[in-house]
């Protein structure tokens, strides 16, 4: 009867402080932070489901490209001509289709017109004459010339060139399930484009008097035109990239004889281009266990020294693909490896230039093969049959095919950044064939959803390769820089492309944080894992927009996000969650006798973060996953000076600091009494406030006397019912000698100085009396149940 009294004492103590935490934290403090996204989001259809998959009657449109092309080296001029076959799958009818010319982008004539603030230079250079002028050389003209536009029979059509985009009018409307075949003759300037920039052009080289041509965005190419946008036509200013038709391409390209071809897609006639010892090392190649130089150092070395006036023609094809792309010179080295993806083989190679042959040699294919195999194994198993990366000194993707950075000093080293800048790059652009390649998003509209999920299974990918690579975005804490600028600086992810400020932060380092928080802190590995997989499942090969990653994402986990999507997608809200109060009482078995004085002091070691380095949650849990095998521990050739450098142990910091034990207060149960209600309990009650506006789950370190520690998660709706202030009481068995909010620095938290509650001072005891009740708990005014408590501010 004594235990059951005492034990309704207790109650009573746990529902005051649930009665108080009524009291601190009325229903009306709402900033709609929980609620549905509703009307923001497009209403399904029967293109889109509510679920986030297509629809029974999702549709989309497509469009075959047969084209032949002529490099004019001397000129440095492309002429081309190609036929389109254009597939109306939609069920409109089009009296008219849109044409990108993305090489308008460089003309003085039919760019964009976009312009942005400027000012006045301290020093006037060509770059600067350029950009007042708007024209790039005064000798030649850029951006596409357009010579012919005719159907199939050579019957010429009308057309309309507004800034980057053409319109060309059908001769008869093009009712849905027809197809319509016809013909553009084209021609343009290349740009040098490490003086003009660009994604493409040409880089010339002094020394040897070579030029490393990349041909990106190269040819006329249809927009989209789809079910919930229409044609998709917005100008190409140089931020937002591309929204691109699906198709098959067959592409032929004359060149210099001495120059080798990368391109999307497969040769068709490498043994007419190749000479027998390069075809026979090429043939090596598709069953070699190691990389394979196909055409070598010492070959590319001799062509760089003479050149010919012979020309050969490459022949490539390649099928359901949104785009084409392709690099030629003299000056590559190309070497291939195959890599075995699900039981299909694909074929992984480099091309690079002797620049930057001691990086890409022993790098770059095997972080080619290491990619895809990775993305594959948290999206889908990679599809097309090649996967190439191009060393031509900047970074940019195309199907099968990617630009990347990474040179050696002119001795042949390299330094740990450069090297690391490299495989980020590489790891990068490879990774983009599945985002927005496969899983074909609208690069102009929605930048993120291309490059903050590639940005976010990158991450994943270099964690993969070594557990101490130095990743530049993913975890929480390298988020909090950008969160903390002030509010005039910062935009929603769901931002449009050319209105961004923070581009890099906004598009690709935001929402990959954003997901990898969603995977690590708030759904788990499991269940993000299965949902990602699925909406990359459903959305390959098609044209998925936002809201059908958002409801993908919650209907493969049942797990409710839209308090997550409206906050981090978007909202620009930071995270910082403050520990304003603790407080403390004591349920101790021990007799106690009347309080006589102060209780003295004693020391309390304190362990310190790592210095110079910090390794986040998903560090540490993918080496506990001991079916995670690095390439760096799988591969010894990975390792070289650097990797050895950086396997060194960091030291830990310990500084005391003084608590002082107060004297006790008076007990009136026996000992056996008072350890089969108590048990040496400790009740801890914390006040939390959401100063940052974005609500997060409160992640919670308790650090013990003893020196061990414990972790708490309470889920983010602790927040739902008072965005502002929420207070939460746990029973521990040991004495706690400090608290931290958020010790892996998880969820981003801005201001880690409120996080912490570093000095302990002990409670009184909470007293158990006998008889008639009247034990109110720390709040309670009368009965005599009412211990004296330290409150922490």
Same mark, same amino acid.
């Not at 596409?144 to 059509?157: E, F, H, M, Q």
């Not at 003479?306 to 084409?324: G, L, N």
């Not at 594959?376 to 095919?401: C, D, H, R, W």
């Given at each position: 009867?004594?235990?059951?009294?005492? #034990?309704?004492?207790?109650?009573?103590?746990?529902?005051?402080?649930?009665?108080?935490? /009524?009291?601190?934290?009325?229903?009306?403090?709402?900033?709609?932070?929980?609620?549905?996204?509703?009307?923001?989001?497009?209403?399904?259809?029967?293109?889109?489901?509510?679920?986030?998959?297509?629809?029974?009657?999702?549709?989309?449109?497509?469009?075959?490209?047969? /084209?032949?092309?002529?490099?004019?080296?001397?000129?440095?001029?492309?002429?081309?001509?190609?036929?389109?076959?254009?597939?109306?799958?939609?069920?409109?009818?089009?009296?008219?289709?849109?044409?990108?010319?993305?090489?308008?982008?460089?003309?003085?004539?039919?760019?964009?017109?976009?312009?942005?603030?400027? =000012?006045?230079?301290?020093?006037?250079?060509?770059?600067?004459?350029?950009?007042?002028?708007?024209?790039?050389?005064?000798?030649?003209?850029?951006?596409?010339?357009?010579?012919?536009?005719?159907?199939?029979?050579?019957?010429? #059509?009308?057309?309309?060139?507004?800034?980057?985009?053409?319109?060309?009018?059908?001769?008869?409307?093009?009712?849905?399930?027809?197809?319509?075949?016809?013909?553009?003759?084209?021609?343009?300037?290349?740009?040098? *484009?490490?003086?003009?920039?660009?994604?493409?052009?040409?880089? =010339?080289?002094?020394?040897?008097?070579?030029?490393?041509?990349?041909?990106?965005?190269?040819?006329?190419?249809?927009?989209?035109?789809?079910?919930?946008?229409?044609?998709?036509?917005?100008?190409?200013?140089?931020?937002?990239?591309?929204?691109?038709?699906?198709?098959?391409?067959?592409?032929?390209?004359?060149?210099?004889?001495?120059?080798?071809?990368?391109?999307?897609?497969?040769?068709?006639?490498?043994?007419?281009?190749?000479?027998?010892?390069?075809?026979?090392?090429?043939?090596?190649?598709?069953?070699?266990?190691?990389?394979?130089?196909?055409?070598? #150092?010492?070959?590319?070395?001799?062509?760089?020294?003479?050149?010919? *006036?012979?020309?050969?023609?490459?022949?490539?094809?390649?099928?359901?693909?949104?785009?084409?792309?392709?690099?030629?010179?003299?000056?590559?080295?190309?070497?291939?490896?195959?890599?075995?993806?699900?039981?299909?083989?694909?074929?992984?190679?480099?091309?690079?230039?002797?620049?930057?042959?001691?990086?890409?040699?022993?790098?770059?294919?095997? $972080?080619?093969?290491?990619?895809?195999?990775?993305?594959?194994?948290?999206?889908?198993?990679?599809?097309?049959?090649?996967?190439?990366?191009?060393?031509?000194?900047?970074?940019?993707?195309?199907?099968?095919?990617?630009?990347?950075?990474?040179?050696?000093?002119?001795?042949?080293?390299?330094?740990?950044?450069?090297?690391?800048?490299?495989?980020?790059?590489?790891?990068?652009?490879?990774?983009?064939?599945?985002?927005?390649?496969?899983?074909?998003?609208?690069?102009?509209?929605?930048?993120?959803?291309?490059?903050?999920?590639?940005?976010?299974?990158?991450?994943?990918?270099?964690?993969?390769?070594?557990?101490?690579? &130095?990743?530049?975005?993913?975890?929480?804490?390298? /988020?909090?820089?950008?969160?903390?600028?002030?509010?005039?600086?910062?935009? &929603?992810?769901?931002?449009?492309?050319?209105?961004?400020?923070?581009?890099?932060?906004?598009?690709?380092?935001?929402?990959?944080?954003?997901?990898?928080?969603?995977?690590?802190?708030?759904?788990?590995?499991?269940?993000?894992?299965?949902?990602?997989?699925?909406?990359?499942?459903?959305?390959?090969?098609?044209?998925?927009?936002?809201?059908?990653?958002?409801?993908?994402?919650?209907?493969?986990?049942?797990?409710?996000?839209?308090?997550?999507?409206?906050?981090?997608?978007?909202?620009?809200?930071?995270?910082?969650?403050?520990?304003?109060?603790?407080?403390? $009482?004591?349920?101790?078995?021990?007799?106690?006798?009347?309080?006589?004085?102060?209780?003295?002091?004693?020391?309390?070691?304190?362990t310190k973060p790592l210095l110079n380095t910090f390794d986040d949650i998903s560090k540490i849990r993918n080496r506990e996953d001991k079916k995670i095998v690095f390439a760096t521990d799988a591969d010894e050739s990975l390792r070289d000076f650097y990797w050895r450098y950086d396997r060194g142990l960091a030291?830990?910091?310990?500084?005391?600091?003084?608590?002082?034990?107060?004297?006790?207060?008076?007990?009136?149960?026996?000992?056996?009494?008072?350890?089969?209600?108590?048990?040496?309990?400790?009740?801890?009650?914390?006040?939390?406030?959401?100063?940052?506006? #974005?609500?997060?789950? /409160?992640?919670?370190?308790?650090?013990?006397?003893?020196?061990?520690?414990?972790?708490?998660?309470?889920?983010?709706?602790?927040?739902? *019912?008072?965005?502002?202030?929420?207070?939460?009481?746990?029973? *521990?068995?040991?004495?706690?000698?400090?608290?931290?909010?958020?010790?892996?620095?998880?969820?981003?938290?801005?201001?880690?100085?409120?996080?912490?509650? &570093?000095?302990?001072?002990?409670?009184?005891?909470?007293?158990?009396?006998?008889?008639?009740?009247?034990?109110?708990?720390?709040?309670?005014?009368?009965?005599?149940?009412?211990?004296?408590?330290?409150?922490?501010?």
């Open positions: 009867m004594k235990q059951l009294t005492a #034990l309704a004492i207790l109650f009573s103590f746990v529902l005051s402080v649930a009665a108080q935490d /009524i009291k601190n934290n009325p229903g009306s403090n709402h900033g709609n932070r929980f609620e549905q996204l509703g009307t923001i989001l497009p209403t399904p259809n029967e293109y889109r489901t509510a679920s986030g998959a297509p629809g029974p009657k999702y549709w989309q449109q497509r469009c075959d490209y047969d /084209i032949t092309c002529e490099l004019d080296e001397p000129n440095r001029r492309l002429i081309g001509k190609e036929t389109l076959t254009y597939f109306n799958n939609s069920p409109d009818v089009l009296t008219y289709l849109w044409i990108q010319l993305d090489e308008n982008e460089h003309s003085s004539v039919n760019n964009s017109g976009y312009q942005n603030s400027s =000012y006045m230079p301290t020093r006037i250079g060509e770059a600067d004459i350029q950009r007042f002028t708007g024209k790039m050389d005064k000798d030649k003209e850029y951006g596409d010339n357009i010579t012919r536009v005719a159907d199939a029979a050579g019957k010429l #059509l009308k057309y309309t060139i507004n800034k980057t985009m053409m319109r060309v009018e059908l001769p008869q409307a093009l009712k849905p399930g027809q197809q319509f075949i016809f013909k553009i003759d084209w021609n343009y300037n290349i740009i040098e *484009k490490g003086k003009y920039g660009g994604r493409g052009g040409f880089e =010339y080289f002094p020394e040897d008097g070579n030029d490393l041509f990349t041909m990106t965005q190269w040819f006329p190419r249809l927009c989209v035109y789809s079910d919930f946008q229409g044609w998709q036509n917005h100008q190409f200013v140089g931020s937002g990239e591309f929204a691109l038709t699906f198709g098959n391409y067959k592409v032929a390209m004359t060149v210099p004889a001495d120059h080798v071809v990368m391109s999307t897609g497969q040769g068709q006639n490498y043994q007419q281009v190749l000479t027998p010892a390069q075809f026979a090392r090429w043939q090596k190649a598709q069953t070699a266990t190691d990389v394979t130089e196909v055409v070598t #150092l010492d070959e590319a070395t001799a062509r760089e020294k003479q050149k010919v *006036k012979e020309k050969k023609t490459w022949i490539f094809k390649a099928d359901m693909v949104r785009d084409f792309a392709w690099g030629s010179s003299r000056k590559f080295v190309w070497d291939a490896m195959p890599a075995m993806v699900e039981g299909k083989k694909v074929m992984c190679m480099s091309a690079y230039g002797k620049e930057a042959y001691n990086l890409y040699r022993k790098y770059s294919t095997k $972080a080619v093969a290491h990619t895809i195999k990775t993305y594959s194994k948290f999206t889908i198993p990679y599809p097309y049959p090649v996967a190439q990366s191009l060393e031509a000194a900047n970074g940019m993707e195309y199907p099968m095919i990617c630009f990347n950075f990474g040179r050696c000093e002119k001795d042949g080293t390299y330094s740990e950044g450069t090297k690391n800048g490299m495989l980020g790059v590489v790891i990068h652009e490879v990774g983009h064939n599945f985002f927005p390649m496969i899983i074909n998003s609208d690069e102009r509209q929605w930048t993120w959803m291309d490059e903050g999920l590639n940005s976010f299974v990158e991450y994943l990918s270099e964690e993969l390769w070594d557990n101490k690579f &130095p990743v530049s975005k993913g975890p929480a804490y390298k /988020i909090v820089d950008y969160m903390r600028l002030p509010k005039d600086q910062l935009e &929603p992810i769901m931002t449009n492309s050319e209105n961004i400020i923070q581009f890099g932060p906004n598009a690709y380092s935001k929402p990959a944080t954003g997901l990898n928080i969603l995977r690590e802190t708030i759904m788990g590995r499991e269940l993000f894992d299965y949902a990602f997989k699925e909406y990359a499942r459903r959305w390959a090969f098609k044209h998925p927009t936002p809201a059908d990653l958002f409801r993908t994402m919650e209907d493969a986990s049942a797990e409710d996000l839209d308090w997550y999507w409206r906050g981090w997608f978007y909202g620009t809200e930071p995270c910082d969650i403050s520990l304003d109060t603790v407080k403390w $009482a004591n349920l101790s078995t021990a007799s106690v006798a009347p309080r006589t004085g102060g209780g003295g002091t004693s020391k309390i070691p304190v030291k830990v910091d310990e500084t005391p600091f003084e608590v002082t034990m107060p004297a006790a207060s008076v007990d009136t149960f026996t000992e056996a009494e008072r350890f089969a209600i108590a048990g040496k309990k400790n009740i801890y009650e914390l006040t939390f406030s959401n100063k940052g506006g #974005l609500v997060m789950p /409160i992640i919670i370190e308790w650090t013990f006397k003893d020196g061990t520690k414990e972790i708490d998660r309470i889920p983010v709706q602790i927040w739902r *019912k008072n965005e502002n202030k929420v207070t939460k009481t746990f029973m *521990k068995d040991k004495e706690v000698a400090s608290i931290k909010l958020d010790p892996m620095r998880e969820t981003a938290d801005i201001n880690e100085k409120n996080n912490s509650w &570093p000095s302990v001072e002990t409670p009184s005891k909470f007293q158990l009396f006998k008889g008639g009740g009247g034990g109110r708990g720390p709040r309670g005014g009368g009965g005599g149940g009412n211990p004296m408590q330290k409150e922490i501010k």
